[in-house]
């Protein structure tokens, strides 16, 4: 296998020299392109949208949408008075106020778009669902964030229990004939008849913005809280790492409830004043060639699973399209493998750049910039102000070509500010030294490459997705047939891994394949489609700790026919 490092591919980027960059580089230049610099106020959708609708890029096309029904462009001006217009419907009927939790669950729309820009422009944090999320799920988070808003489709409100979320005041549904009442309002007419001029509510810096939420390995998702201030990073790495430059056309594959399609699907895009295409509907390969051909797409942002898919599409496909355009690629979210990386080279000559970050993390951290040798296999090296380092449990820096934790120095401008009424578990981040411990073990070779090996934790990643265990199999356990389970991440080739369950029955279940399949469904039903485990296999008991805790290491040795390891704290 040809693991040589790729050259760089001579170009004019953002970042022409990392180590130079690197020794003279401080935030605080970056910092001079908001208007905080100016006035100590800040606004993420001003600086996102507004302030390129009051330059020479107002006319240009600021958002390309396409999904299976609709086809529309919106400009950078156009962007501006419609995400007015939301601001003011969400502050007119449902009193959003600056620190409010707007919830925003539907598929992708330029409405959904205009709901988060606009709520941002309020001052309000805003909590993007993925639309595959059920009742269980959803509520999970409404509850927790203490959501005030939420603005839904008619379709999606049945897994909304509003009666039992007494902080919820507000429904905005975005669909057709839409009957209003005390909780319920019509997002498109009251959009239709809203102001167009708002005045912008001026933050902070530091004021809450994002609230995602993700899965660890224990205990029920966690809301991540992300800061305005997170722009400074998220501008910088669209252009030195995304590279975009005035005449690119952007698309990130990403849907806005995972932190890929907010970050690079939303802000930093918008804040480089880039054309953006937002593309719904479901993953077919043909569309996606089609999409990367109609649009133009001069830079890509997508995920391995997904490069996995279209590679076992075939190359055939892929000659049937024009992507002549297309001049920079770039995955995130899982390994890359260096398989992909040779079949990018094959069917659009293009190197592919692995992107390592976190919905913790709020922006990139470790990439292969375009001016960078790639080293196959290598996640690439830690951006310009940020200290990336390999260290033990205590905080001891290892030295070159030791796995260990992957760890990053506090105080990077994007880094999460908060865990949504946790800070237990928000301190649990951090080792002595201020090193910010990812979860992710690695190691850093003596050029300063960073090489992913796996999770510390449970958490599991299934086709870019992130899912802890213990909300699985909690959600397992609530059905009538059912006394144990324990989940684990089964390497996939194409997925990275698949969600596996080891089910003990209760008494009086026959261990039956139509068994199996209820149980999917229940748990398909009850989380979200992403989340069922794809394999069950039933088992009479499931390997516990004495003080009655899964062991799903264990689990894990079992499916990989591995050694088990240190088995003393089993209970029997
Ligand atoms: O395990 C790492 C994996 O994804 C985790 C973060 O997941 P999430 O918060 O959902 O964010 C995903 C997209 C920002 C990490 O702890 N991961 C992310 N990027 C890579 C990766 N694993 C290997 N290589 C990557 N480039």
Not at 144 to 149: F, I, L, N, Q
Not at 282 to 301: A, C, H, I, N, S
Request: proline share 5%; net charge negative; with cysteine.
């Amino acid at each position: 296998m040809d693991l040589q490092a790729l050259p760089v591919v001579q170009g004019k980027y953002n970042l022409e020299n990392y180590e130079d960059t690197c020794a003279n580089f401080d935030w605080s230049d970056t910092e001079k392109q908001f208007s905080w610099y100016e006035t100590g106020r800040v606004n993420m959708a001003y600086e996102a949208i507004d302030r390129h609708a009051e330059s020479f890029r107002k006319n240009k096309v600021a958002l390309y949408f396409r999904d299976d029904n609709r086809e529309e462009k919106y400009t950078f001006r156009e962007m501006k008075l419609l995400t007015n217009k939301a601001a003011n419907a969400l502050k007119t009927h449902g009193n959003v106020e600056k620190g409010d939790r707007v919830f925003i669950f539907m598929p992708r729309s330029p409405e959904l778009y205009f709901a988060i820009l606009g709520s941002i422009k309020l001052g309000a944090i805003v909590g993007p669902l993925f639309e595959a999320f059920m009742e269980g799920a959803v509520k999970d988070r409404l509850e927790d964030s203490e959501a005030k808003a939420l603005v839904t489709t008619p379709e999606l409100l049945e897994r909304v229990p509003v009666e039992e979320l007494p902080n919820l005041k507000s429904v905005f549904l975005v669909g057709k004939d839409i009957e209003e009442s005390d909780t319920i309002i019509d997002f498109n007419k009251r959009m239709a008849e809203a102001d167009r001029n708002l005045e912008i509510e001026w933050v902070d810096r530091e004021d809450g913005l994002i609230l995602h939420y993700t899965s660890g390995s224990t205990g029920r998702p966690k809301g991540v809280l992300h800061v305005h201030n997170a722009m400074i990073q998220q501008y910088q790495t669209a252009r030195w790492v995304l590279d975009l430059q005035e005449e690119d056309v952007y698309w990130c594959t990403a849907d806005p409830g995972w932190v890929t399609g907010t970050s690079y699907g939303i802000f930093g895009p918008w804040l480089a004043g880039a054309s953006n295409v937002i593309v719904g509907g479901r993953f077919k390969p043909e569309t996606w060639y089609q999409t990367l051909e109609d649009f133009g797409v001069t830079v890509w942002y997508s995920a391995p699973t997904a490069f996995r898919m279209l590679m076992s599409a075939g190359d055939e496909l892929v000659k049937q399209f024009d992507l002549s355009e297309l001049r920079h690629v770039m995955s995130v979210g899982e390994p890359l493998n260096p398989e992909v990386i040779r079949w990018g080279l094959k069917v659009f000559n293009k190197r592919i750049h692995d992107t390592w970050w976190m919905t913790e993390t709020g922006a990139q951290l470790i990439v292969n910039f375009p001016c960078l040798e790639i080293k196959p296999g290598s996640m690439g090296k830690p951006i310009p102000g940020v200290e990336a380092a390999i260290v033990d449990d205590q905080g001891n820096i290892l030295p070159p070509n030791r796995m260990g934790n992957l760890a990053i120095k506090k105080g990077w401008p994007s880094m999460m500010r908060e865990i949504w009424n946790n800070q237990a578990k928000y301190d649990s981040y951090f080792l002595p030294g201020g090193w910010y411990v990812s979860g992710d073990s690695a190691y850093m070779d003596e050029d300063g490459y960073f090489f992913f090996q796996g999770r510390v934790d449970d958490v599991i990643m299934t086709s870019g997705e992130r899912v802890g265990p213990f909300e699985v199999e909690s959600k397992i356990l609530e059905h009538p047939a059912v006394a144990e389970a324990g989940v684990i991440g089964k390497p996939d080739p194409v997925r990275g891994e698949i969600i596996k369950a080891f089910v003990a029955l209760l008494e009086g279940n026959e261990p039956t394949d139509e068994l199996k399949e209820d149980i999917r469904q229940f748990v398909k039903k009850g989380l979200a489609a992403h989340a069922a485990p794809r394999e069950i296999e039933f088992r009479d008991k499931l390997p516990k700790t004495r003080s009655g805790k899964i062991m799903r290491r264990v689990l894990k040795a079992w499916e990989l026919d591995l050694p088990t390891g240190d088995l003393s704290t089993m209970e029997d």
